[in-house]
């Protein structure tokens, strides 16, 4: 068994125009004094990376990674969301998805499709630069639009979405696997890999691509409410992320899983702080000691109610609250003898 690592911080929710958010030495030096050891990087937003230089040069992610050092946290993986979601848009969601791209290839969804393989092997390359193993990404939907049956979905609709959507990720699972980086697909509604069975048909289709790993968030499962301990049980081997984020779903007589068309703070299920919501954090990081996991224990604040910063200062101390030091011995080893093939026999009853 291995200990987790951590606490680490996904920065996305954090960047901004202010001190001490604007800029990878303020922002890394402001997370290692909230108690973080490590930061998850988006890398799509050039104020606190340059995507285009970390995939060009090995010495300037050295000096990048080094400038985090100082100030106290490691890189604990590159983020590609967004890039990711635009390897597969379903057209009803063209326009609401141009802004994730860049100016230049907004308003053509062939070039900003080709932009965004571009991004995603430039962040592929550059997380080899930075010796991680890991990187989270979007999967992009297809079928998205028709995840309820209802018209009735034609016969193989879902079946050619998917046999599309890997046929467009196999090259990046080949390059990935060329940069020695696995591919952690957060499973998330709004992209067609959303729960565990999403995930299965995708991972036929790119047979059984080892690359193809998933980033696990408990908050996405309680939303569906989907069982988000038996599918550490069921999927341990593919998981290679982990976001602490937390999540409630309390169902009314005029809402539930769908949320009736209201914002975030009138919803059924809603996001919340680490250790505010429903999440059974003691048992996930339990399993996550038990299965062996090498990776990192990374807060995503996304909250209805708390103000991001006292949610990442307390999201620190939650995270290490809950890291378990796993043990090198056993408890009772204290009461073990001395023993050998004959004794064991002889205790057997055997060669009597």
């Not at 230089?53 to 100030?71: I, L, P, V, Y």
């Not at 791209?101 to 900003?112: E, Y």
């Not at 409410?225 to 290679?240: N, V, W």
């Not at 068309?261 to 954090?281: C, I």
């Given at each position: 068994m291995r200990t987790i690592k951590g606490p680490g911080l996904f920065l996305a929710q954090f960047i901004g125009a202010d001190a001490p958010f604007d800029s990878w030495h303020n922002i890394t030096r402001w997370a290692a004094e909230c108690g973080y050891e490590g930061v998850q990087v988006p890398t799509n937003d050039p104020r606190i990376l340059d995507l285009d230089?970390?995939?060009?040069?090995?010495?300037?992610?050295?000096?990048?990674?080094?400038?985090?050092?100082?100030?106290g946290v490691v890189v604990t993986e590159l983020s590609t969301h967004l890039q990711g979601q635009l390897i597969a848009v379903h057209p009803a969601y063209d326009a609401m998805f141009d802004?994730?791209?860049?100016?230049?290839?907004?308003?053509?969804?062939?070039?900003?499709?080709?932009?965004a393989v571009d991004q995603m092997k430039k962040a592929l390359t550059a997380s080899k630069h930075l010796g991680l193993t890991a990187m989270v990404t979007f999967s992009g939907a297809l079928a998205w639009p028709y995840v309820y049956p209802w018209p009735q979905r034609p016969a193989g609709l879902v079946e050619e979405a998917f046999d599309e959507l890997a046929r467009r990720w196999r090259p990046l699972l080949d390059y990935?696997?060329?940069?020695?980086?696995?591919l952690c697909f957060e499973i998330h509604p709004g992209e067609d890999l959303h729960d565990g069975d999403t995930f299965e048909m995708f991972l036929e289709r790119v047979d059984n691509y080892p690359r193809a790993k998933m980033l696990y968030d408990p908050s996405h499962y309680v939303l569906?409410?989907?069982?988000?301990?038996?599918?550490?049980?069921?999927?341990?081997?593919?998981?290679?992320?982990?976001?602490?984020?937390?999540?409630?779903f309390n169902p009314t007589g005029r809402k539930g899983v769908y949320g009736g068309?209201?914002?975030?703070?009138?919803?059924?299920?809603?996001?919340?702080?680490?250790?505010?919501?429903?999440?059974?954090?003691g048992a996930i990081f339990s399993k996550f000691a038990a299965m062996d996991f090498d990776g990192w224990a990374v807060v995503e604040w996304e909250c209805c109610l708390k103000h991001p910063e006292d949610g990442a200062r307390e999201g620190a101390a939650f995270v290490k609250s809950h890291i378990i030091r796993v043990t090198e011995k056993a408890f009772d080893d204290f009461a073990a003898g001395a023993t050998d093939r004959d004794a064991n026999r002889a205790l057997l009853g055997l060669d009597r």
């Open positions: 230089q970390a995939a060009a040069s090995r010495d300037w992610c050295a000096d990048w990674a080094g400038k985090a050092s100082e100030n802004g994730f791209a860049a100016p230049q290839v907004r308003g053509n969804p062939k070039a900003r499709q080709e932009w990935a696997d060329e940069c020695g980086v696995d569906q409410q989907l069982d988000y301990l038996d599918h550490l049980d069921i999927y341990a081997e593919r998981i290679g992320m982990f976001h602490v984020k937390d999540a409630e068309y209201q914002p975030w703070l009138k919803r059924a299920g809603r996001f919340r702080s680490p250790g505010d919501g429903q999440v059974d954090f």
